[in-house]
């Protein structure tokens, strides 16, 4: 699976954007699919993740209540809506994908990276 992330920019604190992720090559219908994010000098951060068949979704702790992760299977496509963005938000966000549920949250055994899109949030 290939993927390509798009979305990212400027926005203000307490703005919000959305992140798209597309199978450029294979499909979403077999794997599990999520986001990551890393700011400048930090490690990557798991953010959400969304199973493939119960469409479970989990979220990392500094996003619950603000992101919500969806997907489209019919599209292979999948969203990261982010609301009441915070500058500490601020990173590259990369969609990832995985056949296995019990690795999707960590970044060293995941199988299915996209390139990457910034996202800054102003204060």
């Known amino acids: 699976v290939q993927l390509q992330a798009s979305g990212g920019g400027l926005v203000q604190a307490g703005g919000s954007l959305r992140l798209s992720c597309a199978a450029s090559e294979g499909s979403f219908n077999y794997v599990h699919v999520g986001w990551f994010r890393q700011a400048p000098g930090k490690e990557r951060e798991f953010v959400a993740a969304?199973?493939?068949?119960?469409?479970?979704?989990f979220y990392g702790d500094s996003v619950k209540g603000r992101f919500t992760i969806s997907r489209d299977n019919t599209k292979s496509k999948m969203y990261l809506q982010m609301n009441n963005l915070k500058p500490e938000d601020t990173a590259v966000y990369y969609c990832?994908?995985?056949?296995?549920?019990?690795?999707?949250?960590?970044?060293?055994?995941?199988?299915?990276w996209g390139q990457g899109t910034q996202v800054t949030v102003s204060s």
């Open positions: 969304s199973h493939l068949t119960t469409r479970n979704t």
């Open positions: 990832v994908a995985d056949s296995r549920w019990a690795d999707i949250a960590a970044w060293e055994r995941i199988s299915y």
